[in-house]
């Protein structure tokens, strides 16, 4: 069956990095779109950033564009998030998933395979 594992998050300072992994299997995902979200405390689950696994083409938040960068290694079945200048409103669980949507699409609800999550803490 179609697993996403996510690890790497942690506890980082403001101005700090993380980079968060996630490894896919159980099938080929050359037509998916692969995507990050996260889910802050009482707070609704957002989009932060897809990719396309085929293109490679990517599609970033506002709240993170130009701080974080998404990427895939397809010879590993990898999907990678890059965290650089975090911010306290960072602090999220954050979860990977894939879906046959457009790199465009951020509707959570369209994404069929969804990870456990990693927490990803920053300090002010």
């Known amino acids: 069956q179609v697993q996403l594992v996510e690890s790497g998050g942690g506890l980082a300072q403001t101005g700090g990095s993380l980079r968060l992994s996630c490894a896919a299997s159980?099938?080929?995902?050359?037509?998916?779109?692969m995507a990050w979200f996260r889910q802050a405390p009482g707070k609704e689950r957002e989009f932060v950033a897809t990719i396309a696994w085929r293109t490679g083409r990517t599609y970033y938040a506002d709240s993170v564009k130009g701080r974080f960068t998404i990427s895939r290694d397809n010879t590993k079945n990898t999907l990678s998030l890059q965290m650089n200048s975090l911010k306290p409103e960072d602090t999220a669980v954050y979860y990977c998933a894939a879906g046959l949507v457009a790199f465009w699409n951020t509707d959570g609800s369209r994404y069929d395979y969804w990870g456990q999550g990693t927490q990803v803490t920053v300090s002010s």
């Open positions: 159980g099938r080929t995902f050359n037509d998916y779109t």
